[in-house]
């Protein structure tokens, strides 16, 4: 279990085991995302969101943004 401790100015230094693991050094950026009352989980946002290009794949077939509206009407009936 890695341990820190909270300072006087509400900083924290995340341990190094845990800054290994989430792959993050100075200046990158992390998120604290409340799973719980009182229970949070710690992201790293160090990614560029171009990074995310392909990952889901193309489409089947192009959709109008009329057929996405007309979806999006019937979806909320």
Same mark, same amino acid.
């Given at each position: 279990m890695a341990l820190a401790t909270l300072g006087s100015k509400g900083q924290v230094t995340i341990p190094k085991t845990v800054r290994d693991s989430l792959g993050i050094q %100075?200046?990158?950026r992390v998120e604290f995302v409340e799973i719980a009352p009182g229970r949070f989980e710690i992201l790293a946002v160090n990614r560029d969101v171009r990074e995310l290009k392909g990952i889901v794949g193309k489409a089947e077939r192009v959709v109008s943004v009329e057929e996405m509206n007309? %979806?999006?009407a019937k979806m909320g009936r």
């Open positions: %100075a200046g990158d007309e %979806a999006i």
